[in-house]
């Protein structure tokens, strides 16, 4: 099973900031990795598919990059509705797997 | 417009069964892998089983297999998980999730909470 870590957990973010997220696989999954955000009391929404591919619909602040193991979601000028936790998840092998997931907290 | 939307949902006793559905709009489902993914209760997410667009092939992870089922009924672009020998630990949100492009989860359904307690 391919294990997914994410970091950090947990970030407190002014708007208008820049964001990192973090993706590391266990081993090499080429570009088979996609990022989700889940708001409180909501189901995951896609956001980048294929590492770099954003999904329809979603705000161009949002980008990915990264191949192999180590993998990065960017939010270009935070705002006040990115406050949510982000996923990411594998589809390189079965059993899919996700990172834990890191909650951005908009100060 | 896609739209998912799951049910079937409720509490059940440990060693009971469950079925839950998903039934699909706005696209063909047989055109689609389709999965099941679990969120237990301020938990992250799990992948539990996906099935092929004709349902020859069917994937589960290991803690399911051989309680859980999956199947699908394309004519009625309908989904369900069959849960046998529920346990504590299946306590969770169950969403059924479109696998578009690249195999990335691209539509999901509401959820439909899972309680399993005495």
């Known amino acids: 099973e391919i294990v997914l870590t994410q970091s950090p957990d947990f970030q407190s973010v002014t708007p208008k900031e820049k964001v990192t997220i973090t993706c590391r696989a266990s081993?090499?999954?080429?570009?088979?990795l996609h990022w989700y955000q889940q708001k409180p009391d909501q189901s995951p929404k896609l956001l980048i598919k294929?590492?770099?591919q954003s999904f329809s619909g979603v705000p161009s602040r949002f980008s990915g990059s990264g191949s192999g193991t180590d993998f990065t979601l960017t939010i270009n000028g935070l705002e006040a509705e990115d406050a949510a936790t982000y996923f990411c998840?594998?589809?390189?092998?079965?059993?899919?797997?996700f990172g834990q997931g890191t909650k951005l907290e908009i100060k | 417009e896609v739209q998912l939307a799951e049910s079937g949902g409720g509490l059940v006793q440990p060693g009971g069964s469950l079925r839950l559905s998903c039934e699909a709009s706005?696209?063909?489902?047989?055109?689609?892998?389709m999965s099941w993914v679990r969120q237990a209760p301020g938990k992250g997410l799990e992948w539990v089983a996906n099935?092929?667009?004709?349902?020859?092939?069917?994937y589960y992870v290991d803690p399911v297999k051989g309680r859980f089922t999956i199947s699908r009924d394309n004519a009625k672009n309908s989904l369900h998980l069959q849960m046998n020998s529920l346990r504590a630990e299946d306590t969770a949100v169950y969403y059924c999730?479109?696998?578009?492009?690249?195999?990335?989860?691209?539509?999901w359904g509401q959820g439909t909470l899972v309680t399993v307690s005495s």
């Open positions: 999730a479109r696998e578009g492009n690249r195999k990335a989860f691209d539509y």
């Open positions: 706005g696209f063909m489902s047989s055109s689609y892998w």
């Open positions: 099935i092929k667009q004709d349902g020859s092939e069917k």
């Open positions: 081993q090499s999954i080429g570009s088979s």
């Open positions: 294929y590492a770099s």
């Open positions: 998840h594998q589809s390189s092998s079965l059993p899919y797997t």
